[in-house]
Every structure is written in structure tokens, then in C-alpha cells.
């Protein structure tokens, strides 16, 4: 019996669902019963009934918010390491540090924040719905973080005033893109759309045919008359892509932008990890009650009430 065979006749014995990240390995994505990005994600986990057990193949803080929606379910993060370098950017100090300076800014989080942070916001946002949750607020000027560059892209498409907090947040692997490599890209392949994350620099953004979160891109994707295009994410998610339109033409922007914390996920440690349920995914209760606010303030703007 082959790994993949082996995690499929487990999953179904333990009644266990696996989610996977956009940008996970292929054959994690392959064995996947929904594969999305953070906030399809979570809606998944906070709608699930059936399952007892929750698979979450991503990184910490997505596991944490599937922990912190469902807390009747078993979460379970298949890899210990697999913590998001943009999360861990801010904390809790640097919020109240902030908030001492601007007491009547709301904070609004990006879902790539730890719980504990989470606890601390007003409301939570992701790639795909930061510009109705920034518009649904009553205030000009917000704190936001941890990405530098989102709050950059939000204060354009909003006219607020967004403070980036930390002031230098980032993504690691979306700082890789660089519009010289796709000027280079371009020339080989005139007719490709450009298509980039908004964690990317504003200079990727400027020169992209279209910004956004990983499920707008597959949107975009699925809608264009475009044949050829070339991405700007992580390289994962070009086998969605892929997957979903197989008669077009999909070139990584950088093709070693690569997240190898979201790869630290394998096949083997998905199976050790539903075979012995590990590593189950705690949040302290009185954390977990007031980040559960901020997320479902989030959903309750985009009419997703629990
Ligand atoms: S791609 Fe960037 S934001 Fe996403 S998990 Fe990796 S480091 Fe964090």
C-alpha cells in the first residue's frame, strides 16, 4: 500500500479531514479533501460537522484559527516547525506599543497573526477581503499588521491612513519577486498576464495585470481569455492552478520562491501525524474567546454569520 493509500485509509477510520494551504507540496495538496487559501481554509474548518478529527496542512497560525472555530475538533498541525516567519513579527507588545500612540486607531490583523495577537485586534482581515473589513470600519485611521506591503496596498485602495505595525513586517518568500526577473519574462512570453500576491513590493504590483489573494488569482485564472500567465506567489500554488486549467500555461514570476516552512509538511509526517494525532493545536481558552471575536467580526462583514 502505497503512503498516500495508507493516510487515505486512516483519514477515513479516525473520520479525519485533511485541509491543505495553496502553497503546499503537490502530493499534499493531492490527498486533500479541500485545498483553498487561509480564509476558504477556515471557513472549511469552522462549517465542518462530521469530522472529528482536523488535518491542517499549513503553517501555525492558520491551525490555530481552525482551533479557535471549531474548539470541539481534534487540530491537528502535521509538522511542529512549520510556524510562519510573518506571524512571529508581531507581538503583543509592539500592539499595546502602538496603541499608546494612537489610543483611537483600530487594529485590524491580517489572519497571518498568532492567536495571541489576534486576541488583541478589532477585527481580522486576509488577502481576499481586507478592503470590505478596512471600509467597514468607522475610523480614518488604522492600525494594521504584521505586512508592510498589504497595509501599503489597503491605504491605496481604501484612501485610509493604515500604520504598518511592526513598521517593517514581511513575507520572506513574496519578497523574492523581482520586476527585472519579469521584464526578462515578459520578452519570452509577450502575450502572459501578470498576476501577483499583495504581499509582494509595490514595484511587482505596479507592473502586474491584475493583485490578489491566491483564491482571487484562481478566479481571475478561470474567468480570463489569457493563455499564458505568470504568477506571482508561491510556487505551490501553481499546481491549483494547473490542476484547474489544464489547457493553459502557468510560469513562476521566481521559481525559487519558495515557503519551506509550508513545506515542511510531507506525506510522511501527515500520516505520523493522523496516525498518533499529533501535534494537537491548543489555544489557551481565554485567548481563544477573544480572537474568535476578531475572526468572526471578519466573517460577519462578508455575510458569513455562524
Ligand atoms: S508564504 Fe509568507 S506569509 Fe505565507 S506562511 Fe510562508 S512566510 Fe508566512
Known amino acids: 500500500m502505497s503512503l498516500t493509500e495508507k493516510i487515505l485509509s486512516l483519514k477515513k477510520e479516525k473520520k479525519a479531514i485533511i485541509l ?8 499534499i495538496q493531492d490527498v486533500a479533501d479541500y485545498v483553498g487559501d487561509s480564509i476558504e481554509l477556515s471557513r472549511k474548518a469552522m462549517e465542518e460537522k462530521d469530522a472529528s478529527i482536523i488535518v491542517f496542512a499549513a503553517v501555525d497560525f492558520m491551525a490555530e484559527s481552525a482551533a479557535i ?4 475538533k481534534k487540530v491537528l498541525l502535521p509538522s511542529l516547525g512549520a510556524r510562519c516567519p ?23 490583523l491580517y489572519v497571518n497573526t498568532l492567536a495571541s495577537a489576534k486576541a488583541y485586534c478589532d477585527i481580522c482581515c486576509t488577502s481576499a477581503n481586507f478592503v470590505e473589513v478596512i471600509n467597514s470600519l468607522d475610523a480614518d485611521t488604522i492600525l494594521f499588521g504584521p505586512d508592510r506591503n498589504l497595509a501599503e496596498y489597503a ?4 484612501g485610509k491612513t493604515l500604520i504598518p505595525i511592526p513598521e517593517w513586517g514581511f513575507c ?9 526577473d519579469v521584464m526578462v519574462l ?3 512570453y509577450p502575450n502572459a498576464k501578470v498576476i501577483v500576491h499583495p504581499e509582494c513590493s509595490a514595484e511587482m504590483r505596479k507592473i502586474a495585470d491584475f493583485v490578489g489573494s491566491t483564491s482571487k488569482m484562481c478566479h481571475y485564472v478561470k474567468e480570463s481569455e489569457a493563455q499564458t500567465f505568470i504568477v506571482g506567489t508561491e510556487v505551490g500554488l501553481l499546481h491549483r492552478l494547473k490542476k484547474e486549467n489544464p489547457r493553459k500555461q502557468f ?3 521566481y521559481k525559487d520562491a519558495v515557503c519551506p516552512n509550508m513545506k515542511l509538511t510531507t506525506l510522511e509526517r501527515l500520516y505520523d501525524s493522523l496516525k498518533h494525532e499529533k501535534h494537537l493545536v491548543k489555544v489557551p481558552d481565554n485567548v481563544a474567546r477573544k480572537a474568535r471575536i476578531a475572526l468572526e ?9 455562524r
Request: aromatic share 8%; net charge positive; proline share 10%.
Open 20 to 27: 491543505a494551504h495553496n502553497y503546499q507540496r503537490p502530493e
Open 69 to 72: 472555530l471549531n474548539p470541539s
Open 86 to 108: 510573518m506571524a512571529q513579527m508581531l507581538t503583543v507588545d509592539e500592539i499595546k506599543r502602538w496603541k499608546v500612540h494612537y489610543p483611537d486607531a483600530p487594529v485590524v
Open 155 to 158: 491605504a491605496e485602495k481604501t
Open 172 to 180: 520572506p518568500t513574496h519578497l523574492l519577486f523581482q520586476p527585472e
Open 186 to 188: 515578459r520578452m519570452k
Open 251 to 253: 510560469i513562476s514570476a
Open 297 to 305: 467580526r471578519m466573517f460577519a462583514v462578508n455575510g458569513l454569520k
